[in-house]
């Protein structure tokens, strides 16, 4: 190969790994990771960008170069020359590559381990899917369960994940990592936050109609704070138990058992639109030609009894029939109170 030729090459191979390149760390294809976990992730994903971009730029030097100087002039028409092979070419593009894949593979593999690690101190958090909420509980904190997960900053913590219906999936993009939420067993996630801020938790499994509205957040705050609101809450949960607090039992289980996730009403504070308003049950009951408490009640337990007009069957999950006797009670109570 004469010196110019190679030097148009290499030329022709840089321009495409520069617009390569430009493409993939110019656009914000992800958010900027939060997450120590997070980061292994992104190296590992620059690793292979790499090595893609500079077997790209390859490609379109030697295409470039083929088509420009092997191309048929006018009034050719002979055949090409018979080739029968090249066993120094062979070698090398079944080695490099062989290389390269190896490389990947190791990279990957160490970065799964890493992430997977989990270190004697850590926060536990079990996480709680279903139709179409989430919700997680801390042991540490007897049990405390909410609809948004908190996290300490820069402490490693453990998702113990459950879901009570189908499945979903657990992703939070600045985070990085997906994990899928099985019913029958339970998964694990290892999470060390390192950035603060409040950032979308999204169901990434298509697990029914609300699935495009299962979302909360992950809020990383300063580990004071933290604990300081960790134990609020613990207390606020144990005045609303005593029955400190009107609806306060109501409201816990409102939120634990997911309804804010697909219902409005006002005094939970929740928006969502998957079901009926549940600001509306006076109407609704007396269109249905039931007793307000034991139209809640029936709904709740058995959600196909009585349709509202412009929703349909079979949405709302019939898991809550198996309510303890005392939540129902509550959130039967939380769902009628000032409406008689
Ligand atoms: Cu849960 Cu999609």
């Known amino acids: 190969m004469r010196r110019g030729v190679l030097v148009r090459l290499v030329a022709v191979g840089l321009a495409a790994a520069a617009v390569a390149f430009a493409v993939a760390f110019f656009v914000p294809w992800l958010p900027t990771s939060a997450s120590k976990e997070g980061d292994r992730i992104d190296f590992v994903f620059w690793f292979v960008t790499v090595i893609c971009i500079a077997i790209f730029a390859l490609v379109v030097a030697v295409i470039l170069y083929a088509v420009v100087r092997f191309r048929a002039r006018p009034d050719d028409d002979s055949d090409g020359a018979p080739i029968h092979g090249h066993t120094g070419l062979e070698i090398a593009w079944t080695a490099v590559p062989a290389a390269l894949v190896t490389a990947i593979s190791v990279v990957s593999a160490v970065a799964l381990a890493e992430n997977d690690h989990l ?32 996290l300490p900053l820069n402490e490693a913590v453990e998702l113990k994940m459950q879901s009570k219906d189908v499945i979903h999936s657990f992703w939070v993009p600045q985070f990085r990592q997906k994990q899928d939420v099985v019913p029958g067993i339970t998964t694990r996630l290892v999470i060390t936050p390192k950035r603060l801020g409040t950032f979308p938790v999204v169901c990434t499994e298509l697990c029914g109609e609300g699935h495009a509205l299962m979302r909360s957040e992950a809020i990383v705050m300063r580990p004071k704070a933290f604990a300081a609101w960790a134990k609020g809450q613990q207390q606020a949960a144990a005045k609303a138990s005593q029955g400190v607090t009107g609806g306060g039992p109501g409201l816990a289980a409102f939120n634990t058992n997911g309804c804010s996730g697909c219902h409005t009403f006002k005094p939970a504070g929740s928006k969502a639109t998957t079901g009926p308003d549940l600001d509306n049950l006076k109407v609704d009951a007396a269109r249905a030609g039931k007793p307000l408490a034991a139209f809640v009640r029936e709904s709740i337990a058995d959600p196909n009894a009585y349709i509202e007009k412009g929703y349909q069957p079979g949405i709302m999950p019939t898991t809550f029939k198996s309510l303890p006797a005392q939540q129902l009670d509550a959130l039967v109570q939380f769902l009628t109170a000032g409406k008689k």
């Open 119 to 150: 270190p004697k101190r850590h926060l536990r958090v079990n996480v709680t899917a279903q139709q179409f909420a989430w919700s997680f509980s801390y042991p540490k904190y007897k049990g405390l369960t909410v609809s948004q997960l908190r």
